[in-house]
């Protein structure tokens, strides 16, 4: 591959001539990941595009259907992930040659420019798996930024939906739902911090050993950073209930509900690391929430999960009342009940994780 | 692709020479053109929504800087939420220097236009309503700018919301005026926000006409230098609608104007008329709080000249038989909880409960007749208001 990048750069020149009058370059997909596509910047063909109209163009699939990762796509898993309707979801971080992920401490990995990371949203089982979209993350270098790309129904091209879309499917509850891809602002609503567009997902607390040392050994990583406060596996019985529940928060809400999120006029701090009860909900009252709030008059009322707005809001799955607002159509039941238990569990004035 | 280079060059001048105009109308696929048309936009440009009715199912949301959005009127360029099945309000905006003018909202299932952290915004003649009327399953706010500096408001209606019609929230150097809030649970509400000038508009029907608040525990709090001047407040005698737990919920029924907490408010030749509880009141936060930043008492409060027709003449309060038969039929203009400090124009008729501590409720009251001082000094309207080159956008 190294050989081909070379190959490719002495050539692009001249490629860029040929290739001018070819306007719709991405009808060929390239034999490589295309960099300048990740970074915005000039490709093959002379032409820029900042949002390229296919996945295909990016090349990170050797296939058209997106099936087979270039092996320089590292595969990762969050311990406790986002919640999409159930959606299964497979991850990839690629990190263009020569560059290197560093740890931040628990939080964020700081991903250099150029990196892509990949997302594709997928419902049903071995032969009937369907992709439904993939979302693309790429720091370029006045930023990150985020595009939706929609699979289409013969699951053989991925093009990008600016304005998103609904599609109608069964959720792996078997429930009908008009799923929402998600349009390009949509995208920044939730992944947003002071106004800027950043990654949410891979945080190394939110990652296991085992991921981050797959970084490590791709030569992605600059050494796998110590995690004195990871968050549990979702699904781990043997897990605190308050670990479980902080954590679904910190995956599903947190990148609103922080000081310079979308939603920090509320107040409402779910971040895994806030120690204080009452900036994550504990008899905090409701800001802003109108008939969110349902008629409870605080977000947690410790030992009542009937009473608080956080349970009521999770459990709607209508407009204005649902939470989150973006991201998904159905109810997750499961999240529900543990946030449930986890309040009724909880003593007047506790609240923290561990 | 030119287009974006020349693009980055005018962002970095900040002039817009290239402005574009994009044209959209309503029909099938009106929700991917319009949204696809705020996502591409550059700024500068102009969105005309021409006349008709827009069917979404899905919230909008616009994220470029110094984009017009301009629709046909109020009654002519219609985005029906009726049908919404996804997002949080209609329209979000998330950019500075936006316009948006000459259109409206139905039905949006949470709030109407939210516009956060989006500095020096102007909503003109911009229409949010919920159709059927007062209704606790109606969204929360019709227009809600929060986090920003630099709010005009101007020439709005917003009926029926179940919060508050216009809400500027943690903001500072605001205008609402010539604008209409009928049916709602708050017309106009002013909250943890500064350098707020309230003028000029018309609050009828709602539960309680104009409210100034501060809150705890919020990210901006410190709410003051407040001017209310010159509103019509008329008959805000709708039973309060809005769902339980929140602060609006607590409104009673025939409010007109409405300080809680807040620091240097000028209440002013407004004409406040047929409102059952009170006319004015000027009352300290009521719950308990944690927050240490957090002052919740009305801080040099001034109730200037207005013109007080009926009212406080079926209050909603504890009491209210004993507190009628003793001021003979209805309560003066004036309700002060007596925490804090408040000053009023010689001739003011008001009375006091005369509360000694702020959180523990009205059962210390001790009701007499509002003797409050005379202002000391003219009230320092100095930086009230939105930033003069809102106007001109609209000029």
């Known amino acids: ?354 | 692709m030119i287009r974006l280079t020349l693009a980055a060059a005018l962002l970095a001048s900040s002039a817009p020479l290239l402005a574009e105009t994009h044209t959209i109308t309503a029909g099938d696929g009106a929700q991917e053109r319009l949204q696809e048309t705020l996502i591409l936009a550059e700024p500068g440009d102009e969105i005309v929504l021409e006349a008709g009715r827009y069917v979404l199912t899905d919230g909008l949301s616009l994220d470029v800087d110094g984009v017009t959005v301009r629709g046909a009127g109020m009654d002519g360029t219609v985005l029906d939420f009726t049908t919404q099945a996804g997002a949080g309000e209609g329209l979000l905006v998330t950019s500075d220097n936006v316009t948006l003018r000459d259109f409206a909202l139905e039905n949006p299932k949470g709030d109407g236009i939210k516009s956060k952290g989006a500095d020096n915004i102007v909503y003109y003649r911009i229409r949010v309503t919920w159709t059927n009327g007062p209704d606790a399953s109606n969204g929360a706010y019709g227009i809600y700018p929060v986090e920003s500096t630099g709010v005009l408001v101007d020439g709005a209606k917003v009926t029926g919301a179940s919060d508050a019609g216009i809400y500027v929230g943690q903001s500072n150097l605001i205008t609402v005026r010539n604008s209409i809030a009928e049916a709602n649970v708050a017309g106009i509400e002013i909250e943890n926000s500064r350098n707020a000038l309230v003028e000029h508009n018309i609050a009828t029907r709602n539960t309680g006409g104009i409210l100034v608040f501060d809150l705890p525990g919020l990210p901006v709090m410190g709410g003051g230098n407040v001017i209310v001047a010159n509103n019509l407040v008329v008959a805000n005698d709708t039973p309060n609608f809005a769902p339980p737990g929140n602060i609006v919920a607590g409104v009673r029924r025939g409010t007109g104007i409405m300080v809680m907490a807040n620091d240097n408010v000028l209440i002013e030749d407004n004409i406040i008329d047929e409102n059952p509880t009170a006319p004015i009141m000027v009352i300290a936060y009521t719950m308990g709080f944690e927050d240490e930043r957090y002052n919740p008492l009305p801080r040099d409060v001034v109730v200037g000249n207005n013109l007080y027709g009926t009212g406080g003449d079926d209050p909603q309060l504890d009491g209210a038989d004993m507190l009628l038969a003793a001021f003979g039929g209805a309560l003066p203009p004036v309700l002060w909880d007596g925490l804090g400090s408040i000053y009023a124009v010689e001739g003011t008729a008001g009375w006091s409960l005369n509360l000694t501590e702020q959180g523990k409720g009205l059962g210390a009251a001790n009701p007499s007749p509002l003797a409050a001082p005379v202002p000391a000094a003219e009230f320092d309207r100095s930086g009230i208001g939105a930033p003069a080159e809102l106007d001109e956008r609209i000029g």
């Open chain 1, 1 to 354: 591959m190294k050989r081909a990048f070379a190959f490719f750069g002495l050539a692009a020149g001249a490629l860029a001539l040929s290739l001018a009058a070819t306007r719709d370059a991405s009808a060929i997909p390239p034999p490589f990941i295309n960099d300048a596509a990740i970074l915005g910047e000039m490709q093959l063909d002379g032409e820029v595009r900042v949002m390229p109209r296919t996945l295909r163009e990016y090349g990170f699939f050797l296939d058209a259907a997106g099936r087979y990762p270039d092996l320089r796509l590292i595969p990762y898993e969050l311990n406790t992930p986002l919640w999409s309707d159930g959606a299964d979801k497979l991850r990839y971080i690629y990190v263009p040659e020569g560059k290197m992920i560093e740890a931040s401490g628990e939080g964020l990995l700081r991903f250099p420019v150029g990196t892509a990371i990949i997302k594709t949203f997928a419902f049903g089982e071995g032969e009937d798996q369907r992709y439904i979209e993939t979302r693309v993350l790429m720091h370029r270098a006045d930023g990150w930024i985020a595009l939706p790309y929609r699979w289409n129904a013969e699951q053989t091209e991925a093009t990008l939906a600016l304005a998103g879309g609904r599609i109608d499917l069964t959720t792996p509850q078997g429930e009908a739902i008009s799923y929402r891809i998600p349009n390009k602002n949509q995208c920044k609503t939730c992944h947003s911090l002071d106004g800027a567009v950043v990654p949410i997902g891979p945080k190394a607390r939110n990652m296991s050993p085992a991921v981050l040392g797959r970084l490590e050994s791709a030569g992605k990583l600059a050494g796998v950073p110590e995690v004195d406060h990871p968050m549990p596996q979702w699904g781990d019985d043997t897990a605190p209930t308050a670990a479980l529940a902080r954590a679904y928060l910190d995956a599903n809400c947190a990148h609103c509900h922080q000081p310079g999120g979308g939603a920090s006029n509320s107040g409402l701090d779910l971040r895994w690391e806030q120690q204080d009860p009452f900036a994550i909900g504990v008899n905090k009252h409701p800001v802003a929430a109108g008939r969110g709030a349902g008629g409870m008059l605080v977000s947690i009322e410790p030992g009542n999960p009937d009473a608080s707005i956080i349970v009521h809001r999770m459990d709607s799955n209508e407009p204005g009342v649902a939470m989150p607002e973006l991201g998904r159509s159905s109810v997750d039941h499961k999240a529900v009940a543990l946030i449930r238990r986890w309040i009724a569990e909880m003593a007047p004035a506790a609240g923290r994780p561990d």
